[in-house]
């Protein structure tokens, strides 16, 4: 489901094309015992990831959240137009930092 990559930043790639409420909480715990485990940047790439459910954007905001607290910086890259328009219209866009 996940791939990691760890060099000067930890990229975490998201093998799955939907996202939804069936994945959402396994990919959160795996994202935040990576951060644990890293003190590093977390690189999310969703090039693979055509949609996505409001479970999956709820988990980003909290591991959005969870980065902050523990003093991680955050990315998603490779976002296609269909996910990336998701979080414009959702005014998130401006939150993350999304390459």
């Not at 409420?21 to 999310?44: G, M, P, W």
């Amino acid at each position: 489901m996940l791939s990691i990559e760890v060099k000067d930043a930890v990229t975490i790639t998201i093998n799955l094309k939907m996202v939804n409420i069936h994945y959402s909480r396994e990919i959160l715990q795996q994202l935040e015992d990576v951060a644990r485990e890293h003190e590093k940047k977390i690189i999310l790439n969703l090039e693979n990831v055509d949609s996505l459910d409001s479970s999956t954007i709820t988990m980003l905001v909290e591991f959005y959240g969870y980065c902050k607290e523990i003093g991680r910086e955050f990315m998603l890259i490779n976002l296609n137009p269909f996910v990336k328009k998701t979080f414009e219209m959702l005014h998130l866009a401006k939150f993350f930092n999304i390459v």
